[in-house]
């Protein structure tokens, strides 16, 4: 606790509408803990803060233009999306408040690009909390309850924690744990505690039960300990070997971990003679996202409209939406749990296009700097925004506002701290 309280004694003479921002950003892994509601409430306050600085005090200063540019292909491929939305009500809200992102992630790089010291100080608070959420987890792993009473609506093979009927602890610790981790690996005074909490991160998104954000993070893993220092390799391998051996017993005597792990995945992707695309057919997730394709084939230029692959849901909607042909094996949710499929189907080739350019450029525009710096945050953050990019993986629906939060919190992360280095 003392290295937190030194940064907060150091932050006294900021003001207070400083103080009250930097509160904020600090408790956002909790507003999105509490729910939707709370963590849409933060991006908003945080966002007419913003207008309010630039509009009357001129405090707002515009970074990294490429991004706005980004922001504002997407926001214009919203738009359009709207108009040719097949249910406007579902598409027009989502669309057309995705403006306060923009401002949310501008005023973020703004602010923490001339706080060097906040930024580092949020990554410690949000340590604490994640330390906590993670240890409420294990309890309820052991116990089926959390530190609170809180049962999981899975509980047998999914945990929730403080989320109570979400079942979103494993994205929730996905987003947070390499920013957090990487911030320590970054430092050689906390490097070992950053490895040891990274593998304790993993380990707690492997008993959450989410197979996806599980995977994900093992492939990220995977990658980044190519950028550890070489004196700390043999420790780092060293926890990896044992994460996964734990895992791996864990899996062997746990039953439902083993019908979920083994079973489902290592043993029918063998029975599907390791073909990804028989397995993946075969599987709840692969008829969602058949559901999709077949969407997307009825509205191919701009698909269907944000939030409307539910409309599958709907009895009549061959009828309601003047749809040409049968969607066949049509299995009704409400998202395409895809990215892809998800941009597809809802945003057809026009707004996959533009995902696509903006991916593209994003990468183009950063990768070359990001391998020059060597620095081991700079890389995590980076590839944590990536990861999201994964095929086939299934995952949360790309704006809906609790992954959104995560996804442009993380994205105005990385170009605030690209922005510190670049000072330095």
Not at 211 to 222: A, E, M, P, Q, T
Not at 256 to 263: L, P, T, V
Not at 336 to 348: A, K, R, V
């Amino acid at each position: 606790m003392n290295f937190i309280i030194k940064d907060i004694n150091q932050l006294k003479k900021i003001t207070i509408i400083d103080k009250f921002t930097l509160l904020i950003y600090s408790f956002i892994p909790i507003f999105l803990i509490i729910g939707t509601g709370a963590s849409e409430l933060a991006i908003i306050i945080l966002s007419l803060k913003f207008i309010i600085d630039f509009i009357f005090f001129k405090k707002i200063e515009f970074y990294n233009k490429e991004l706005i540019y980004f922001l504002l292909l997407i926001y214009l491929s919203l738009i359009v999306n709207s108009y040719f939305s097949v249910n406007s009500e579902n598409s027009f809200l989502r669309n057309i408040f995705f403006f306060k992102y923009i401002i949310f992630i501008i005023g973020t790089i703004d602010f923490f690009t001339k706080r060097e010291l906040a930024f580092t100080l949020v990554i410690k608070i949000w340590t604490i909390i994640l330390i906590v959420f993670s240890i409420d987890l294990f309890i309820q792993f052991l116990t089926q309850k959390n530190i609170i009473g809180i049962e999981s609506p899975l509980k047998y093979h999914r945990l929730s924690g403080f989320m109570g009927d979400e079942l979103k602890a494993g994205a929730l610790i996905l987003s947070f744990c390499f920013i957090i981790s990487g911030y320590f690996i970054n430092h050689d005074k906390y490097k070992l505690n950053g490895l040891i909490l990274l593998f304790l991160f993993i380990m707690t998104i492997f008993i959450t039960g989410d197979r996806s954000n599980f995977i994900k993070s093992i492939l990220l893993v995977s990658f980044l300990i190519f950028f550890i220092d070489r004196k700390y390799i043999k420790q780092t391998i060293g926890l990896f070997l044992i994460s996964m051996s734990l895992i791996t017993i864990f899996i062997s005597n746990n039953q439902i971990f083993k019908e979920r792990f083994q079973n489902k995945i290592l043993n029918e992707f063998k029975e599907n003679e390791f073909n990804i695309n028989k397995f993946i057919k075969q599987t709840e997730y692969g008829k969602i996202y058949n559901s999709a394709y077949e969407l997307f084939l009825e509205k191919k230029i701009f698909g269907v409209g944000n939030k409307n692959y539910r409309i599958l849901c709907e009895e009549d909607y061959k009828d309601k939406y003047l749809f040409k042909k049968e969607i066949k094996n049509s299995r009704c949710n409400t998202h395409p749990h895809q990215i892809y499929f998800e941009i597809l189907s809802e945003h057809g080739i026009f707004g996959f296009t533009i995902l696509i350019v903006c991916l593209l450029g994003f990468i183009y525009t950063n990768l070359l700097f990001v391998f020059k710096e060597k620095n081991f945050l700079l890389i995590s953050l980076f590839f944590s925004i990536l990861i999201i990019f994964t095929p086939l993986l299934p995952g949360g629906s790309f704006f809906t506002s609790f992954n959104a939060s995560m996804f442009w919190l993380n994205i105005s992360f990385y170009y605030s701290y690209k922005n510190l280095c670049i000072k330095k």
